[in-house]
């Protein structure tokens, strides 16, 4: 091709040519107000971010101590977070998105708004939109029986199938009765077991079989397994690999051109990629896991792709852009199947109806996603940490402060001030700010059974074990007929070798649940070791 100084203007163009010429010189004042105006709101949203890093209100810790005061920096810090990546969404934009920190600990490449996460479960929701698609197309049906278009694997038979079936509603409502609930993945030169070897819990494959053990149909339970069930059935029917069907119906359509559901990731892309980092600060070894599960927890990202998502589904609903479903289609996604759940969608409560939105974890990698369909609010945050949850928790609470969200919740998980004061100021601390909420009550914080859980097993990830065995005793004090307190302490107690304290717990929680899974499981395994 010629050089720009070598092409020849054609005598038919010139006349446009140069009006264009003229009219530009007419505008030049113009041209000159316009870039003010450009820096002027350039400066007002650089003040815009500034305020959200910095807008973390300061916590109390009583009468006698100063209150912790933390921006985004010093969550990061705290938690041992070393990388994040965020999207803000107004008015159905994306208004601006930035990266902070390194892609991997102890590591000098800063993020960037191209930096490559996993997304953990939100590839459940992604994956959705393609199967929906299917669905629209006639290539499957939400309420029939899976296994008349399985071809690869059939979900067995048993006494809980024998009336109520398997069905795609129900796979993408988690109400199909499945077992497994997520994955751990694989470490990279570890052999990858096919889809059917995970359905049956073979060898290489690192989870339980999967299995129906509740009806279908009679409640709601999580279940990665199902949707790994979804994966296959897609496959089957379409006859194409997985990532390269989810490319083509999804991905494309929507400029998710970031994104990629191939494990393990292709060299092209590696490189783009954060690195995995466990809640104590140290890095997953070979940086991260392989996840053949793609449609539970396969999505490599990044939070400005996810937010082209959130925002298509939000328009897709409304009727104003529909590149992969329909008005009435993406309506019924986002429509409770049971307990606010949608197809692939977790789902506000009364208060907002129109919210969406859905979590991630993998190993190391842990991302969030809501989006506000009426509207036009939401945001997208992942981070290369079993910690981003946490520091995204605060960072979505002060973008919604910022962009004055009518929908902002009235109260704050305690568990967040809780392990932040932990790791700040020390788990007696905390302690004591548990203490002090449970005496006095809170209208800023929500304190449940959850609350003391969560800070037990970020205290247990982080490798502060004794620590969490005593924050799991008060959580046993304060809820004596919960089996799930004596799970987590009985958890507690193995992980610090302590095997016949550990199973006094796991007997415990299986005398108050007999269906405990985990706790019948593990204490199986804790017999053996004896």
């Known amino acids: 091709m010629p050089s720009r100084a070598n092409v020849t203007i054609r005598p038919l163009f010139l006349k446009f040519f140069m009006s264009l010429v003229c009219l530009a010189v007419a505008n030049g004042a113009q041209t000159v107000t ?84 996993q997304a953990g479960s939100i590839s459940k929701p992604v994956a959705a939109a393609g199967t929906l698609y299917l669905v629209e197309h006639g290539k499957l049906s939400l309420d029939e029986d899976v296994d008349r278009k399985l071809v690869s694997w059939k979900v067995p ?41 995970i359905f049956n819990g073979e060898k290489p494959a690192n989870t339980a079989p999967i299995r129906v053990d509740i009806v279908p149909g009679t409640k709601s339970r999580y279940s990665g397994g199902g949707i790994t069930i979804e994966q296959q059935l897609v496959m089957d029917v379409t006859g194409e690999p997985f990532p390269q069907f989810m490319r083509k119906t999804v991905l494309d ?37 392989v996840y053949p599960e793609m449609a539970a927890a396969g999505l490599w990202t990044t939070p400005s792709d996810l937010a082209r998502f959130a925002i298509e589904i939000a328009l897709s609903k409304q009727g104003k852009t529909n590149n992969v479903l329909s008005e009435a289609m993406t309506q019924q996604m986002l429509t409770p199947q049971i307990d606010r759940i949608g197809l692939g969608f977790f789902l506000g409560d009364k208060n907002n109806p129109a919210q969406f939105g859905h979590n991630g974890a993998d190993e190391g990698f842990q991302a969030v996603l809501t989006m506000f369909g009426d509207s036009g609010h939401g945001v997208a945050v992942m981070g290369n940490s079993d910690n981003g949850i946490a520091v995204a928790n605060y960072l979505i609470r002060s973008v919604a402060r910022e962009y004055a969200w009518n929908n902002i919740p009235e109260k704050e998980p305690a568990a967040d001030v809780l392990t932040l004061i932990a790791d700040l100021k020390s788990p007696q601390v905390a302690m004591q700010k548990y203490a002090d909420l449970r005496k006095t009550g809170s209208s800023e914080y929500d304190v449940d059974e959850g609350t003391l859980n969560q ?47 550990a199973i006094q717990n796991y007997e415990k929680s299986i005398e108050l649940n007999p269906k405990n899974q985990n706790g019948i499981d593990m204490l199986k395994k804790l017999r053996e070791q004896k």
């Open 34 to 117: 316009s870039q003010a105006t450009t820096k002027e709101a350039s400066a007002d949203l650089a003040q815009r971010i500034e305020r959200v890093e910095n807008g973390i209100p300061p916590i109390s810790l009583g009468e006698n101590e100063p209150p912790l005061r933390v921006n985004l920096r010093k969550l990061m810090e705290a938690y041992k977070v070393p990388g994040l990546s965020v999207a803000v969404i107004d008015n159905f934009k994306i208004v601006w998105a930035k990266g902070y920190g390194v892609t991997e600990t102890g590591g000098t490449t800063p993020v960037t708004t191209k930096t490559l996460f």
């Open 253 to 289: 359509k929507i400029g998710m051109n970031d994104s990629t559901y191939e494990q393990p990731l292709p060299p092209a892309r590696a490189p783009l990629a954060a690195s995995g980092t466990y809640a104590d600060g140290k890095a997953v070894r070979g940086k991260w896991h």
């Open 157 to 197: 038979e048993n006494e809980f199938t024998k009336e109520q079936k398997v069905t795609l509603r129900r796979l993408m409502s988690h109400s199909a009765g499945l077992t497994v609930h997520g994955f751990p993945g694989y470490a990279v030169d570890e052999p990858i077991p096919t889809l059917v070897q």
């Open 455 to 501: 800070l037990g097993y970020h205290m247990l990830q982080s490798g502060r074990k004794e620590d969490a065995i005593q924050v799991f005793k008060r959580n046993v004090e304060e809820y004596p007929k919960s089996s799930n307190v004596y799970d987590s302490l009985g958890e507690a107690y193995m992980a610090s070798g302590q095997k016949d304290l």
